[in-house]
């Protein structure tokens, strides 16, 4: 065999093609065989069709709240979501809550100094670890306080679990969200 590959590089082409094993394998797996503790900066975005989008105006006092299924298994140290603030405009605090299998964390920031149709980062306390056998995970994102247009960007979600409320409605679309672990 080793005469197939050029210059007896056998173990060098081994490594390689273990690699992707290696780097999958918190995804492929049950958690607890995945370390939730680990340094490694990950970033999984909540399931959505990007093909259409409209924004979701948040009034003071208003939330937005839903469920997807979680994409991978992390620590979530903050979330990500995706907003539209007026050109710069909008001003006051945002409050997000993250829940799954009967655990949750929140977190605040100000909406002052974010970029208008990007995302505000939203750090949690404590952290929460997100697995495939936690289950669903649902989130409220509510406008705190302030003045001026803000928006929440929403997307059609997929996969049967994703669901959003507005305002006593429901449909089947889910905030661009990123779950991130620092």
């Known amino acids: 065999m080793a005469e197939l590959i050029p210059g007896g590089n056998m173990r060098k082409c081994l490594l390689i093609a273990l690699l992707p094993l290696s780097l999958a394998a918190c995804h492929q797996y049950p958690p607890r065989d995945c370390t939730l503790g680990s340094d490694v900066q990950v970033q999984v975005r909540s399931p959505l069709d990007d093909a259409s989008n409209r924004s979701v105006p948040l009034a003071v006092g208003e939330t937005i709240s839903g469920t997807f299924s979680p994409g991978g ?5 903050a979330v990500a979501v995706q907003i539209g ?3 710069g405009n909008a001003e006051g605090e945002v409050g997000f809550r993250l829940c799954q299998d009967g655990r949750c964390v929140a977190g605040k920031v100000p909406i ?3 970029k208008d149709n990007d995302y505000l980062e ?4 404590p952290h929460l670890g997100v697995t495939f056998e936690g289950g669903v995970i649902s989130y409220e994102l509510k406008r705190l306080s302030g003045a001026k247009e803000l928006t929440a960007w929403v997307y059609p979600g997929t996969g049967r679990q994703t669901r959003l409320q507005v305002g006593g409605g429901e449909s089947a679309e889910v905030l661009n969200l990123m779950l991130r672990q620092h």
């Open 122 to 125: 939203i750090p949690l306390q």
């Open 85 to 87: 603030n007026g050109g």
């Open 112 to 114: 002052q100094g974010s």
């Open 73 to 77: 298994a992390l620590r979530v140290d």
